[in-house]
């Protein structure tokens, strides 16, 4: 499996940025898909994460209320919608996916429960 995430850039305080995780190599709707970031000088932290479904999600309590989470299982596409964008966002942010069986449709918010990890999208919030 394979994931691409893709969507980061530079914005000012209090703007959006959507970012997008696609994935491929498997039957995407078996999979729980998370998103986790890092800023410089800390350790790696949860930010959302979805459903095999999409019926159930999670987020930090840092995003709540701010960032949205989505998937389009036609598409083999995760979102991640931020909106409020604050300075204490920046970080890169990493998609990862990991197999659920069907009878498994809920949120995985540890990462290491994640098999498969995307590359890297760069979020700067400049104040």
């Known amino acids: 499996v394979q994931l691409q995430a893709s969507g980061g850039g530079l914005v000012q305080a209090g703007d959006s940025l959507r970012l997008s995780c696609a994935v491929s190599?498997?039957?995407?709707?078996?999979?729980?898909v998370g998103w986790f970031r890092q800023a410089p000088g800390k350790e790696r932290e949860f930010v959302s994460a979805?459903?095999?479904?999409?019926?159930?999600?999670d987020f930090a309590d840092s995003v709540k209320g701010r960032f949205t989470i989505s998937r389009d299982n036609a598409k083999n596409m995760v979102y991640l919608q931020m909106n409020s964008l604050t300075p204490e966002d920046t970080a890169v942010y990493y998609c990862?996916?990991?197999?659920?069986?069907?009878?498994?449709?809920?949120?995985?918010?540890?990462?290491?429960?994640?098999?498969?990890w995307g590359n890297g999208t760069l979020v700067t919030v400049s104040s």
């Open positions: 979805i459903s095999r479904s999409g019926g159930s999600t």
């Open positions: 190599g498997g039957t995407f709707s078996s999979y729980s």
């Open positions: 990862a996916a990991v197999r659920r069986d069907y009878w498994q449709d809920y949120v995985v918010n540890m990462d290491f429960k994640y098999d498969f």
